[in-house]
Nanobody
């Protein structure tokens, strides 16, 4: 089991940047994939991007070229660098850890609000 806590959310202007952090309560070695998701009230949670255990990354089309996921094993932390922010990036952002063993081994953080003003 792992606990996740996101931080770094807040208010940014369109065109600006924010970096979100996801701190894990234990080593992130062994986690098949760590992902960032976002959700707007009344809509389904959507995948923003993931980083695999081999550090391969994949992003949803709307953030490609603007967002970057990275991780620091020494700090048990995964990051989401968000550049060229748009108002449509406004959402609650959630960190996810997937051990690849089914839903019982998938964990979520409580989320952090990102608001982009135009």
């Amino acid at each position: 089991q792992v606990q996740l806590v996101e931080s770094g959310g807040g208010l940014a202007q369109a065109g600006g940047s924010l970096r979100l952090s996801c701190a894990a309560s234990r080593s992130i070695f062994g986690i098949k994939a760590m992902g960032w998701y976002r959700q707007i009230p009344g809509k389904q949670r959507e995948l923003v991007g993931v980083i695999s255990d081999s550090s391969r990354t994949n992003y949803t089309d709307s953030v490609k070229g603007r967002f970057t996921i990275s991780k620091n094993h020494a700090k048990n932390t995964v990051y989401l660098q968000m550049n060229s922010l748009k108002s449509e990036d406004t959402a609650v952002y959630y960190c996810n850890a997937d051990y690849g063993l089914g839903p019982l081994y998938t964990y979520w953080g409580p989320g952090t609000q990102v608001t982009v003003s135009s």
